[in-house]
T-cell receptor, first 112, second 115 residues
Framework: TQLLEQSPQFLSIQEGENLTVYCNSS?????LQWYRQEPGEGPVLLVT???GGEVKKLKRLTFQFGDARKDSSLHITAAQPGDTGLYLC????????????WGAGTKLIIKP | NAGVTQTPKFQVLKTGQSMTLQCAQD?????MSWYRQDPGMGLRLIHY???????DQGEVPNGYNVSRSTTEDFPLRLLSAAPSQTSVYFC??????????????FGPGTRLTVL
């Protein structure tokens, strides 16, 4: 059974600080996605990474897919209160698989 | 486009009652799915559909039924509600459903409490 473990489960920091959250597995994934979920809403896709070692940037957010495609990280530079939310990673096992493997999420709070 | 819509937004049921959660999308997506989200457990797939007339079970299908008679609609039926089904339910759709490749578009969720 493929699993995705996210750490930390909860993170509360001050505005302006940097942070990194992790998504780890012992299994190889063909691709990995990061979603952000705000209270009372459904998750919204931030990024998809498909190549080992791939780095993608979305403004102050930097996403990296591990070289072996077993892990990923999300780094936020100079966090802002608008970054507050639940960050979820989800992995795809293959092109013919319709079932995403989801991590439990990292709840991030950015205090003004 | 309205995207993915879900009704109702909140629902309280008594044990043993049945109900249908509605989901509709206007993006002409072939793939639709239902998830439940519980604290600390992430999203768990209940059922999914890769097109009208085709459905399949996900990770936690027991106690739920689905059907897909049109591309737009994918209702989720709770047959006999149990307290363990208290959760937030999300409907999602994507173009072709390729896990980890296609963008999943989520509805706003239905918050269900079973007493």
């Amino acid at each position: 059974t493929q699993l995705l473990e996210q750490s930390p489960q909860f993170l509360s920091i001050q505005e302006g600080e940097n942070l990194t959250v992790y998504c780890n597995s012992s299994s190889v994934f063909s691709s990995l996605q990061w979603y952000r979920q705000e209270p009372g809403e459904g998750p919204v896709l931030l990024v998809t990474v498909v190549t080992g070692g791939e780095v993608k940037k979305l403004k102050r957010l930097t996403f990296q897919f591990g070289d072996a495609r077993k892990d990923s990280s999300l780094h936020i530079t100079a966090a802002q209160p608008g970054d507050t939310g639940l960050y979820l990673c989800a992995g795809g096992a293959g092109d013919s698989n319709y079932q995403l493997i989801w991590g439990a999420g990292t709840k991030l709070i950015i205090k003004p | 486009n309205a995207g993915v819509t879900q009704t109702p937004k909140f629902q309280v049921l008594k044990t043993g009652q049945s109900m249908t959660l509605q989901c509709a999308q206007d993006m002409n997506h072939e793939y639709m799915s239902w998830y439940r989200q519980d604290p600390g457990m992430g999203l768990r797939l209940i059922h999914y559909s890769v097109g009208a007339g085709i459905t399949d079970q996900g990770e936690v299908p027991n106690g739920y039924n689905v059907s897909r008679s049109t591309t737009e609609d994918f209702p989720l039926r709770l047959l006999s509600a149990a307290p363990s089904q208290t959760s937030v339910y999300f409907c999602a759709s994507s173009y072709a459903g390729l896990a980890g490749r296609d963008t999943q578009y989520f509805g706003p969720g239905t918050r269900l409490t079973v007493l």
